[in-house]
């Protein structure tokens, strides 16, 4: 994985999970808004960490300075924005895309991983 789409894990994490709690709101229509949480912003942050061991970094300084602080300021951002609510047809509109995007890009990184095992 590159640099630029490491740095955009977390927030693509999020909004995909924000589309599910916005499209799960409005087929229930049990709310009409989606709190930004600090447990969804915490996951992407972990899931941001876990995949940031195969990402190809420029310099090997950046493994420890780039990755731990980044990591820690998306992780405040999401604390501080925990109060603020997003329209459920918004989170929608947005997340879901983000999510068909990210399980389209996953089977295609599993077949290209399929492949490349067959080779040998």
């Known amino acids: 994985m590159n640099q630029h789409m490491?740095?955009?894990v977390p927030f693509l994490f999020s909004a995909a999970v924000f589309g599910l709690m916005g499209s799960?709101?409005?087929?229930?229509?049990?709310?009409?808004?989606?709190?930004?949480?600090?447990?969804v912003s915490g996951a992407g942050v972990a899931v941001a960490a876990a995949v940031?061991?195969?990402?190809?970094?420029?310099?090997?300084?950046q493994r420890t300075w780039?990755?731990?602080?980044?990591?820690?300021a998306v992780l405040a951002l999401g604390v501080v924005e925990g109060a603020v609510e997003?329209?459920?047809?918004?989170?929608?509109?947005?997340g879901l895309p983000v999510l068909l995007?990210?399980?389209?890009?996953?089977?295609?990184?599993n077949d290209e991983s399929r492949q490349a095992t067959?080779?040998?």
């Open 118 to 120: 067959k080779c040998r």
């Open 101 to 109: 995007a990210l399980a389209f890009q996953a089977l295609v990184q």
């Open 24 to 39: 799960a709101g409005l087929v229930t229509a049990s709310w009409t808004t989606v709190p930004l949480s600090p447990v």
């Open 86 to 94: 997003v329209p459920a047809m918004a989170a929608t509109v947005v």
């Open 6 to 8: 490491w740095l955009a």
């Open 66 to 72: 780039l990755r731990w602080p980044y990591l820690a």
């Open 52 to 61: 940031s061991g195969g990402v190809r970094w420029k310099r090997a300084w």
